[in-house]
């Protein structure tokens, strides 16, 4: 599998965009959803670990999945004896993970997937009964957040097409709200939070 994220590991931590989003979101998690140290965490294309780190400190475990290897090895370099995240790098729509999460989190990862609704049903099955799922994203954009598409299959999320995929999956409790704006030179993005629960 190509690791479309081999060079911007490299800087990836360095990147204001992403530190400051990921913070935001982090925050917005822990607004909406109570967070305790019973939790075993999944976040869903967990990277340099920005959010995940930041969830770790309210839960049990947090367990990061990603295919790009480059992206973990910098979190990998980030763990320590007391907070850490156990790492697996697969696609976990094509090779599911055989166990369930409390919750899971995820961060401006969802463009990348392209199937939606296969990716909403085999969560539901990571998912313990009364667990949830906190999806951070882009609001529908025009395609230009990003300078190079490649591995980009959508170009933000309509609320109401979202929320029908995570309701047939099983989902329900669906919110998705606003949470933040990123400011580029030519135009702002708008970024959401999805929630809901099993």
């Known amino acids: 599998m190509q690791d479309h994220f081999k060079e911007k590991s490299k800087e990836w931590d360095k990147g204001d965009v992403q530190v400051q989003g990921a913070k935001i ?10 967070l305790n140290n019973d939790m075993d965490i999944l ?12 969830i770790a400190r309210s839960v049990k475990k947090v367990y990061g999945v990603d295919t790009s290897l480059s992206m973990l090895e ?5 763990n320590t004896p007391e907070l850490s ?3 697996y790098s697969q696609d976990i729509i094509a090779t599911p993970l055989n166990r369930t999460f409390d ?3 995820s961060s401006m990862t969802l463009h990348h997937v392209e199937d939606l609704k296969s990716f909403f049903e085999t969560i539901y099955k990571n998912i313990n009964d009364n667990g949830f799922i906190a999806i951070a994203d882009l609001e529908s954009e025009d395609g230009t957040f990003h300078s190079d598409n490649t591995g980009v299959f959508h170009f933000g999320f309509q609320r109401d097409i979202l929320c029908k995929i995570a309701v047939d999956a099983g ?12 400011n580029k030179p030519h135009r702002d993005f708008g970024v959401f939070l999805l929630t809901a629960k099993k």
Do not use: M, R, S, Y
């Open 25 to 34: 979101i982090a925050e917005a998690i822990n607004k909406k959803i109570e």
């Open 43 to 54: 976040d869903f294309g967990v990277g340099t670990g920005l959010l995940g780190f930041d």
């Open 74 to 78: 910098k979190l990998k370099a980030k």
């Open 85 to 87: 995240i156990e790492t």
């Open 103 to 105: 919750g899971l989190v």
């Open 171 to 182: 989902f329900n409790e669906v919110n998705f709200q606003n949470i933040n704006t990123i």
